[in-house]
Nanobody
Framework: QVQLVESGGGLVQAGGSLTVSCAAS????????MGWFRQAPGEEREFVAA????????RYSDSVKGRFTISRDNAKNTLYLQMVSLKPEDTAVYYC???????????????????WGQGTQVTVSS
């Protein structure tokens, strides 16, 4: 079982930067692929970024590629999403998600993730 707790969200001006974190409990964190998703009001939850268990393989949605960086520290059981050049359209609740232990590759398919955090609000003002 994995429990996920996001933090670091907030209000930032367009063009600014923000890093959100996800603290994971459970000894299986290092063997699980992780991902970030986001959901704006009235919209479906969408893929943002994913990372494999070892942190060497990442993937991004086209809308954030070049601006967001996903990383993980397995020693600290923590997942990060560094966001720069933020735009108002990045405003959403950001969720971290984990695949079950042994599913080592990240995915853009939210249905492949077994554990979810409660989300953290990111608001980008124009």
């Amino acid at each position: 079982q994995v429990q996920l707790v996001e933090s670091g969200g907030g209000l930032v001006q367009a063009g600014g930067s923000l890093t959100v974190s996800c603290a994971a409990s459970g000894r299986t964190f290092s063997r699980s692929a992780m991902g970030w998703f986001r959901q704006a009001p009235g919209e479906e939850r969408e893929f943002v970024a994913a990372i494999n268990w070892g942190g060497l393989s990442t993937r991004y949605s086209d809308s954030v590629k070049g601006r967001f960086t996903i990383s993980r520290d397995n020693a600290k059981n923590t997942l990060y999403l560094q966001m720069v050049s933020l735009k108002p359209e990045d405003t959403a609740v950001y969720y971290c998600a984990a695949r079950k232990s042994g599913s080592t590759m990240g995915s853009s398919d939210k249905n492949l993730y077994d554990y979810w955090g409660q989300g953290t609000q990111v608001t980008v003002s124009s």
